[in-house]
């Protein structure tokens, strides 16, 4: 799954491109965090990639739901486009709503070998990161062969360096204690 973020700074046509050599059992869900359908890139996407073993589903879920649809996946994907975000793209690993979201449901992940993805993935062994879009194919095998040892490290990492409650508890801590 490939949540939020849709368009050219996320390669998603040619991630969709890559999934099509995929064995047949896997399939590449684009969840969008906004309505897409009638950009120029979704009709790009659409001539190309219609009717492929990729699926865009491109009305926004609630946030309330989420979580669910995350949770049905097997393995989260983060990719963004260097070229394009320049310095952006290489921090946004500890800032990607999606990684957070993908690690809090369990899910293994696939993201870029980038310098703020690659620390906590080889310290928690949550997921595999890559250079290049065909190697995620390798990437899914890998974590498919161990798959519950991918799954409960990405809940783990979530525990111990995402989920913002003891950050929120500390912050308030140290507000109440300065401020009244």
Not at 3 to 13: H, K, P, R
Not at 104 to 128: A, D, H, T
Request: proline share 4%; aromatic share 12%; glycine share 6%.
């Amino acid at each position: 799954m490939h949540s939020g973020g849709f368009g050219q700074w996320f390669y998603s046509l040619e991630l969709s491109r890559e999934a099509l050599s995929w064995p047949d059992n896997c399939r590449l869900v684009f969840n969008t965090s906004h309505f897409v359908e009638h950009t120029d890139y979704a009709k790009q996407f659409s001539r190309e990639i219609q009717g492929t073993k990729v699926i865009l589903n491109s009305s926004p879920v609630p946030f309330s739901e989420l979580d669910d649809l995350i949770r049905s996946a097997d393995i989260g994907i983060a990719i963004y486009n260097i070229d394009l975000l320049g310095f952006r793209g290489d921090l946004v690993g500890l800032a990607s709503g999606k990684v957070s979201r993908y690690l809090k449901n369990g899910l293994p992940i696939i993201v870029q070998c980038l310098s703020s993805f690659v620390p906590f993935v080889e310290q928690y062994e949550c997921g595999v990161c890559v250079n290049d879009l065909s190697e995620i194919n390798g990437a899914i095998s890998r974590i498919m062969s161990n798959y519950q040892f991918y799954s409960e490290n990405a809940l783990r990492c979530y525990d111990e360096l995402w989920d913002p409650e003891p950050y929120c508890r500390n912050l308030a801590q140290h507000i109440l204690k300065n401020f009244s």
